[in-house]
């Protein structure tokens, strides 16, 4: 069963960076090259919403809400996929999920917590 562990959230002043990490687990080792990535979040009494995804090439697309200022990568060696989020705003306050989809498969992290301050 594959696992995603989310890490890096935390609170973070406005105009500050961040960078997520999730990392996957559960006999991905070999495979984990052919997982399709990507970041969602979910804002406090909002629907959760696309951030950014990065594609088995590493092509890459993001929401245009983040263009510019966050940037998702993916180490394939270490099973890790990473966000990278600079001048943060206090709008970008959410929880952020990992999603993986493979072999017509999601899953799905538990999220970790971005909270910006003014």
């Known amino acids: 069963q594959v696992q995603l562990v989310e890490s890096g959230g935390g609170l973070v002043q406005a105009g500050g960076s961040l960078r997520l990490s999730c990392a996957a687990s559960?006999?991905?080792?070999?495979?984990?090259?052919?997982?399709?990535m990507a970041w969602y979040r979910q804002a406090p009494g909002k629907q959760r919403e696309l951030v950014a995804t990065?594609?088995?090439?590493?092509?890459?697309n993001s929401a245009d809400f983040v263009k510019g200022r966050f940037t998702i990568s993916r180490d394939n060696a270490k099973n890790t996929v990473y966000l990278q989020m600079n001048s943060l705003k206090p709008d970008d306050t959410a929880v952020y999920y990992c999603?993986?989809?493979?072999?017509?498969?999601?899953?799905w992290g538990k999220g970790t917590l971005v909270t910006v301050s003014l």
């Open positions: 999603n993986a989809k493979v072999f017509r498969s999601d899953y």
């Open positions: 559960g006999g991905v080792g070999s495979i984990f090259d052919l997982f399709a």
């Open positions: 990065i594609s088995t090439d590493s092509s890459t």
